[in-house]
């Protein structure tokens, strides 16, 4: 079946370190985002990707980093300079004015 | 900047009946609305858009919604709620063209009452 997946699904991580969300997708959709929800704060845009090799920073791009290097692949790195990083993270590729959710990561620093 | 106001944080509402789920949003051009529904723990679900023509959207679920320029309103409607229509709801927004930024309100959690 087509669709978006992200790894992993939980992720606990110690203050100081780095971590890596995955996100795959098989839609051949050219455009990915990557969002944050926060409990009563929605979903907040941290990059999307219009195209491989382009990407534009979001409404809270600090403390994150993405690469697109092939089309199926969007991944996001949490750094040790994002202050508040617990949360959940949702991936999402656009067609036709539509977003594709995958099922999140829920990132937890100890 | 595009932005997208949803001012319920919850409404509640009997099973059986109609539930409105209120949005208004702000874009410099011609907005694409989107409504989309989240279960606890999961990703977010497309139910309806709005780009272009008739201005009631029919959608997933028996939901449906009204798009008013004047108003800058986008609100979702059900005739008749169901017990598992009870979830997070997320109005969205995008600027026509070749703009790919999309924008979600803060989200309203319907709960519907037996």
């Not at chain 1, 907040?44 to 290097?69: C, P, T």
Request: glycine residues 10%; proline residues 4%.
């Amino acid at each position: 079946d087509g669709g978006i997946t992200q790894s992993p699904k939980y992720l606990f991580r110690k203050e100081g370190q780095n971590v890596t969300l995955s996100c795959e997708q098989n839609l051949n959709h050219d455009a990915m985002y990557w969002y944050r929800q926060d409990p009563g704060q929605g979903l907040r845009l941290i990059y999307y990707s219009q195209i491989v090799n382009d990407f534009q920073k979001g409404d809270i791009a600090e403390g994150y980093s993405v690469s697109r290097e092939k089309k199926e692949s969007f991944p996001l790195t949490v750094t040790s300079a994002q202050k508040n990083p617990t949360a959940f993270y949702l991936c999402a590729s656009l067609e036709t004015g539509e977003l594709f959710f995958g099922e999140g990561s829920r990132l937890t620093v100890l | 900047a595009q932005s997208v106001a949803q001012p319920e944080d919850q409404v509640n509402v009997a099973e059986g009946n109609p539930l409105t789920v209120k949005c208004t949003y702000s874009v410099s051009g011609n907005p694409y609305l989107f409504w989309y529904v989240q279960y606890p723990n999961r990703g977010l679900q497309f139910l309806l858009k709005y780009i272009t023509g008739d201005n009631l959207v029919k959608g997933s679920y028996g939901f449906e919604a009204e798009f008013n320029k004047s108003q800058t309103s986008f609100h979702l409607k059900k005739p008749s709620a169901l017990v598992s229509d009870s979830a997070l709801y997320f109005c969205a927004v995008r600027e026509g063209g070749g703009y790919q930024k999309v924008t979600f309100g803060t989200g309203t959690k319907l709960q519907v009452i037996p």
